[in-house]
């Protein structure tokens, strides 16, 4: 099980590398942070696999921070965005 589990984890980490292009050549600010948000989902995902997998220490408090980072992140976004209406 624990072959598969760490298997899942590699496919996630391959996907979520595919996401680095659109932060490299995204057209807009919005796909880059988009993009980001897939890494951060992609990394929590990929410690709670290798958590679950192995008994590595810290794995799920690392991920739970990951995933407040990135909640954070997209809420800054929203905020210093400029507005559309002009206000």
């Avoid at 919005?30 to 008994?55: I, Y």
Wanted: glycine residues 10%; contains cysteine; aromatic residues 4%.
């Amino acid at each position: 099980m624990a072959e598969f589990l760490l298997a899942a984890a590699g496919l996630i980490v391959a996907t979520v590398a595919v996401g680095l292009v659109r932060i490299l050549a995204g057209p807009a600010d919005v796909d880059r942070t988009m993009a980001a948000q897939l890494l951060g989902t992609g990394g929590v995902a990929t410690l709670l696999l290798v958590a679950a997998a192995t008994e590595a220490r810290g794995a799920e408090d690392a991920a739970l921070c990951l995933a407040l980072l990135a909640a954070f992140a997209s809420i800054a976004f929203v905020v210093a965005a400029p507005r559309r209406d002009g206000r």
